[in-house]
């Protein structure tokens, strides 16, 4: 990865310029790049505090990942769909998605490595066939690329913003109107740098919403992303003061123990890479998710 600096980015330390421009790092995470000469401006390592240059050459290089054997594992992965080029699952709360440092086994890649005969490799040997993520605490339906020319068009069509996902989401608060859209950027939290938040300086995030069902102090909404930035409908439900029940980083203390946020991927619907029919799925809510409504159905009752 190269980056140029413009007159826009002079005179900003790489370290926090860098924070920035890369997805999912952390500050302390560049700093330690830096150190390690794993970033260079125009070839020579610098310091954190370097203050960039207008034209200087930014040379961002794959970090050595720590290696990590991944097993296939029989994880019983819910495939709700799967032909020679694509696959839908239904992820379940708690499972990562692929392997890191901290988790090498029990993530979703190891149960399609042992399920699925084939996996595009565009994301490398970590993520197979991953085109796009969902949260470790979030449940429901991914897509999943099985060769390369699925996966390019598969990302082409989240690009385009055609992929239709749809959430169902418990919020705390009773939301007033029947519908709205959020259209606020995300990017990472200033403060807390392990946190995305809305920020001036994010990227383009809209979240449209409806509501399904009003109880006491809740709503059940329906969430359609138009785009999919890092904890997005967390974030913008947040930012509209109806956080997510569950939520450990967003929410607010709740009366029902839950292992994760209250949100469902409950549909997904894109075209076809090969035969070009247009697809869409869904998907039931989590036992856990349905018992909460059902006691706060009783408390309305």
Known sequence: MEIKIDESNV???IDQLLT??????SRTEIQNRLKEGNIVVNDVVVKPNYKVKLNDVITVYEREIETVDITPENLNLDIIYEDKDVAVINKPSGMVVHPSAGHSSHTLVNGLLYQLESLSGINGEYRPGIVHRIDKDTSGLLMVAKNDVSHRELSEQLKDKTVDRRYVALVHGVIPHNKGTIDAPIGRNKEKRQQMAVVDDGKDAVTHFNVLERFLDYTLIEAILETGRTHQIRVHMDYIGYPIVGDPVYGRKSKFKTDGQLLHAKTVGFTHPTTKERLSFSSDLPKE?????????FEKS
Do not use: Q, V
């Not at 920035?20 to 790092?25: A, H, L, Q, R, V």
């Open 20 to 25: 920035k421009e890369i997805e999912d790092s």
């Open 289 to 297: 998710f349905n018992s909460i409504l059902e006691k706060i159905r």
């Open 11 to 13: 005179n900003k330390r």
